[in-house]
């Protein structure tokens, strides 16, 4: 009887095939290099790349992420990311945001977004199953947190509904 259950043990060890193959399933995510520009803050406490299906419409969806990397290396001129997303679509708003240390993120946090060249609102990125669009890179400037300039996130608010920057204050 040990012997016959040792061979189904074995059977079924040999009949699995040791989990899935990433390269068989694909990655789904999208990649690219944040540059940043301008001194970085002292206070950063953390920087993080955030993906949205739909840019928030609501303070509540504001939290429905569908990806993140919050491992960007701080006080570096650029960092290469990589989000991993929840599935294949298109994907309307990714942007850069920062908190202070001892802080949480708050709405205040954006730095930036991706856009293409003469773009007024963030540019969409549609990512098949399995793929990883690269190159979405995004540009940081510091100054924005300063009020010297905010054309960029402008760009990026631009893509929020008026109701729900004015209820942030914008």
């Given at each position: 009887m040990r012997l016959w259950?040792?061979?189904?043990?074995?059977?079924?060890?040999?009949?699995?095939?040791?989990g899935l193959d990433a390269e068989a399933t694909g990655q789904t995510g999208i990649a690219g290099r944040l540059h940043f520009v301008g001194e970085w803050p002292a206070n950063v406490g953390q920087v993080a790349v955030a993906v949205y299906r739909e840019p928030p419409a609501s303070l509540a969806d504001f939290f429905?992420?569908?990806?993140?990397?919050?491992?960007?290396?701080?006080?570096?001129?650029?960092?290469?990311?990589?989000?991993?997303l929840d599935g294949e679509g298109v994907y309307q708003w990714i942007v850069v945001a920062w908190r202070q240390e001892d802080q949480f993120w708050d709405l205040t946090s954006l730095?930036?977004?991706?856009?293409?060249?003469?773009?007024?609102?963030?540019?969409?990125?549609?990512?098949?199953?399995?793929?990883?669009v690269s190159d979405i890179d995004i540009e940081v400037n510091f100054a924005v947190l300063d009020h010297e300039t905010e054309l960029s996130t402008a760009l990026c608010e631009r893509a929020l509904p008026a109701e729900l920057l004015a209820e942030l204050g914008r």
């Open positions: 259950c040792l061979v189904a043990a074995l059977a079924l060890c040999w009949g699995c095939d040791r429905r992420i569908n990806g993140w990397d919050t491992e960007v290396a701080l006080g570096v001129e650029s960092y290469d990311y990589f989000v991993p730095l930036g977004c991706y856009y293409l060249p003469d773009a007024d609102l963030p540019s969409p990125v549609e990512v098949g199953s399995g793929e990883v």
